[in-house]
């Protein structure tokens, strides 16, 4: 007869079974906050690169313009 005893006390066993544990949505937020900020990461990390990257061809565009060749060649 120990059915009898689960009815209605389903919030009483809720409270005491499950006290301390992640629910489903709590984790799916939980996941999905940390993928958006590894979303952001990476594409900050990317412009970042980018970035430097245009600026080192902005340089290399300049030293060719201007005729200062650096390594290029005996004399330059």
């Not at 079974?17 to 990461?41: L, M």
């Not at 600026?55 to 004399?75: I, M, P, T, V």
Request: without cysteine; positive net charge; charged residues 40%.
């Amino acid at each position: 007869m120990a059915l009898f005893g689960l009815f209605g006390n389903d919030r009483q066993m809720a409270a005491t079974t499950y006290a301390g544990k992640e629910s489903a949505t709590e984790r799916r937020q939980r996941q999905e906050a940390q993928r958006s900020a590894r979303r952001r990461e990476r594409h900050h990390r990317s412009t970042a690169q980018a970035d430097r990257d245009g600026w080192k061809w902005a340089d290399k565009e300049r030293e060719r313009q201007e005729g200062r060749g650096g390594r290029r060649g005996w004399f330059s």
